[in-house]
């Protein structure tokens, strides 16, 4: 049964640094592409960041330039690097994986972040 396990949130002041990890199980890692969404409270899930199987990635602009995504196909995981967070990045963090050839299309449980001074 594939499962994506997300863990690394926590609280953190503004300005402050986590990063969270995805770790995939029952799934061929190196040939999803990968993201990471958020969903606020009262909001939509929305896109943060995706990797897709051959590296490349893409970043919602409000976070281009203070997140950084990656994966370590090795170890079926996938990273979120999160600095200089701001209040408005508290939400819960939901890995999702995708294989558009077959439509498959996993997700995680999520992992709460709250910024907060």
């Known amino acids: 049964q594939v499962q994506l396990v997300e863990s690394g949130g926590g609280l953190v002041q503004p300005g402050g640094s986590l990063r969270l990890s995805c770790v995939a199980s029952?799934?061929?890692?190196?040939?999803?592409?990968m993201g990471w969404y958020r969903q606020a409270p009262g909001k939509e899930r929305e896109l943060v960041a995706t990797?897709?199987?051959?590296?490349?990635?893409n970043y919602a602009d409000s976070v281009k330039g203070r997140f950084t995504i990656s994966r370590d196909n090795a170890k079926n995981t996938l990273y979120l690097q999160m600095n200089s967070l701001k209040l408005e990045d508290t939400a819960v963090y939901y890995c999702?994986?995708?294989?558009?050839?077959?439509?498959?299309?996993?997700w995680g449980q999520g992992t709460q972040v709250t910024v907060s001074s």
């Open positions: 990797i897709t199987s051959g590296g490349d990635t």
């Open positions: 999702n994986a995708k294989r558009h050839i077959f439509q498959y299309d996993y």
């Open positions: 029952d799934i061929i890692f190196s040939a999803y592409d």
